[in-house]
């Protein structure tokens, strides 16, 4: 979710309309807990999120609160988000917490005027030095609670990417070794994990003018420290400088060798990671027949294509050609393209 962006002319007479009875009722419980009797001035639903769940601009008592309703818990979704979440509040690195309910998934949490991304001060260097001391600050945070090892919440999307049928038969197969290469030798060092969010992309990183904020836990749990900031330097550190501003604030040090050698198995299972993520959004849509080339557009081609209306924002076709080419980037091992300002939010 984005907690800055709203409809234009949400549907003022009822904005709790989209919400079931009891949704609706928890949504007033959070309300009344944090507004008592008085009656906010305005809520308007926002807009922006990719997760599903329900969300709203809530102004009263002279402030604004962020209030999110989730639908029904799945057994497929991380149990442990709105606990990290409250641990990041904490600890300054979330918006503050004004109210949570874990079993009925209601949050009602401070909103945050967002800045522009580039107007951190510095440029692109003060904001990879930011984002380092950031991850750094939530991976020295009471830890999170345990969920899956990275490596098999990758292995276990790609084996869903596989028997899709959005691919012909073999196509994938060199992709599926090379993972399957790095789980071999990837050494969990469960021992070391730490509190993390595991999605640092920008379109979870606000700026209000004088600090950065973590916003949408959905994904957040004890994992690998090496995951956030692998990320992060995909996402945030696109030159070899900004990378080593972003890894010496994280550290406040130097990485050593084994370090920057397990950052890059790392680095290519976050990538092998969100190219599941696309090429399963792109097989949810209309085929006639399997993809049979895994060529992608140069992320030149890439923006001429959206320029030119030939790919529309958030389409199966669009998601199909981000995934070729962050597959390519776990394949060959250079930086990927990042997702276009489109997605940001």
């Known amino acids: 979710m984005s907690v800055s962006k709203d409809l234009d002319g949400g549907m003022k007479h009822d904005p709790f309309a989209p919400l079931s009875d009891a949704q609706r009722h928890e949504a007033q419980q959070a309300l009344a807990a944090v507004l008592g009797s008085t009656a ?3 809520i308007r639903p926002l807009t922006g999120g990719v997760s599903g769940a329900f969300v709203f601009l809530v102004e009263g008592k002279g402030r604004r609160f962020v209030l999110r309703i989730e639908g029904p818990a799945s057994p497929l979704r991380n149990p442990h988000q709105y606990q990290s979440m ?14 949570l309910d ?12 967002e800045k522009p991304l580039e107007a951190y ?46 691919f012909a038969p073999g196509l ?46 959905e994904s957040a749990y004890r994992n690998d420290p090496l995951v956030d900031v692998a990320t ?6 696109p030159s070899p400088e900004l990378e080593e501003i972003l890894l010496q604030a994280w550290l406040s040090r130097e990485p050593d060798r084994q370090t920057r050698d397990r950052l890059s198995q790392v680095r290519a299972l976050t990538r092998l990671y969100y190219t599941g993520v696309l090429f399963s959004a792109a097989a949810q849509g209309p085929r006639a027949a399997p993809e049979n080339s895994l060529s992608p557009l140069s992320a030149d081609e890439f923006e001429q294509a959206i320029r030119g ?8 076709e669009t998601s199909l050609a981000l995934g070729k080419m962050f597959l390519a980037s776990f394949l060959s091992g250079a930086v990927p393209p990042g997702l276009p300002p489109m997605y940001m939010r």
Not at 232 to 237: I, K, M, R, V, Y
Request: proline content about 7%.
């Open 86 to 99: 409250r641990i990041a509040a904490e600890q300054g690195i979330a918006p503050a917490v004004r109210y």
């Open 102 to 113: 874990e079993n009925d998934r209601v949050v009602l949490m401070d909103f945050v005027e």
């Open 232 to 237: 992060a330097l995909d996402n945030f550190a």
């Open 172 to 217: 994938l197969d060199n992709a599926s070794q090379r993972l399957a290469q790095i789980c071999s030798t990837y050494d969990p060092r469960a021992q070391d994990y730490v509190s993390s969010h595991n999605d640092v992309l920008p379109r979870n990183v606000l700026f209000d003018g004088r600090q950065i904020w973590l916003i949408d836990w």
């Open 309 to 316: 209306k030939r790919l529309l924002p958030e389409t199966p």
């Open 40 to 42: 906010a001035t305005e």
């Open 121 to 166: 001060p510095d440029g692109a260097p003060g904001l990879a030095r930011a984002i380092g001391a950031m991850i750094g600050k939530l991976q020295s945070a009471p830890l999170f609670p345990s969920f899956v090892d990275y490596p098999d919440i990758v292995s276990r999307l790609w084996r869903h990417v596989c028997r899709t049928g959005l």
